[in-house]
Nanobody, 115 residues
Framework: QVQLVESGGGLVQAGGSLRLSCAAS????????NGWYRQAPGMQREFVAL???????NYADSVKGRFAISRDNAKNAVYLQMNRLKPDDTAVYFC?????????WGQGTQVTVGS
């Protein structure tokens, strides 16, 4: 089994920062822990950021210039540094991993940005 565990969420005021972490455990053979998504209340889950095994990154337009994704391949971990947070960033944040055409999800961590 694959387990993805996110941490680092919380309540922060607008303009503040948070750093999310996601670590994989269990059956991590060839597992590519590589992305972050988010889901606000009443909304569909949306893409936030992705990082390739080579370190190439891709961001949603709404977070470009404010968020930074990174990874530690040795630890099967991915991180999301979130700066200049806005109330619209309030959501549950999920990390994602891929292996052999299958996607895995963590349980999510709540990020709430106060105005």
């Amino acid at each position: 089994q694959v387990q993805l565990v996110e941490s680092g969420g919380g309540l922060v005021q607008a303009g503040g920062s948070l750093r999310l972490s996601c670590a994989a455990s269990g059956d991590t053979f060839r597992l590519n822990v590589n992305g972050w998504y988010r889901q606000a209340p009443g909304m569909q889950r949306e893409f936030v950021a992705l990082i390739s095994t080579d370190g190439d990154t891709n961001y949603a337009d709404s977070v470009k210039g404010r968020f930074a994704i990174s990874r530690d391949n040795a630890k099967n971990a991915v991180y999301l540094q979130m700066n200049r947070l806005k109330p619209d960033d309030t959501a549950v944040y999920f990390c994602s991993a891929d292996r052999w055409g299958r996607r895995y999800w963590g349980q999510g961590t709540q990020v709430t940005v106060g105005s």
